[in-house]
């Protein structure tokens, strides 16, 4: 445990900020999980919603610096070429 003052401080930031990401990134991989099981049980009408509400999900992940802006364009392409497939 630290003595000083900042480095106190700099310790109970940390541990609020890795809460909030690791809260941020679960909510992630949940959308992420949801749309996969709606691709599975090919519901059309239920993945569409999910698949919105997913994107919106991974860019806000971009804004808030919890993953690279490359890694979520590649996850949503990557999640919309299966809509598409599943839609075909």
Do not use: C, Q, W, Y
Request: hydrophobic residues 40%; positive net charge; aromatic residues 2%.
């Amino acid at each position: 445990m630290p003595n000083i003052k900042s480095a106190i401080k700099r310790v109970k930031i940390t541990r609020t900020r890795t809460l909030r990401n690791a809260a941020a990134k679960s909510t992630l991989r949940t959308a992420l999980k949801k749309f996969e099981a709606a691709v599975a049980n090919n519901d059309l009408e239920n993945a569409k919603a999910l698949l919105s509400h997913a994107t919106r999900t991974l860019d806000k992940a971009v804004t808030k610096g919890i993953i690279h802006k490359n890694t979520a364009a590649r996850k949503k392409s990557r999640l919309t070429k299966k809509f598409n497939k599943l839609g075909a």
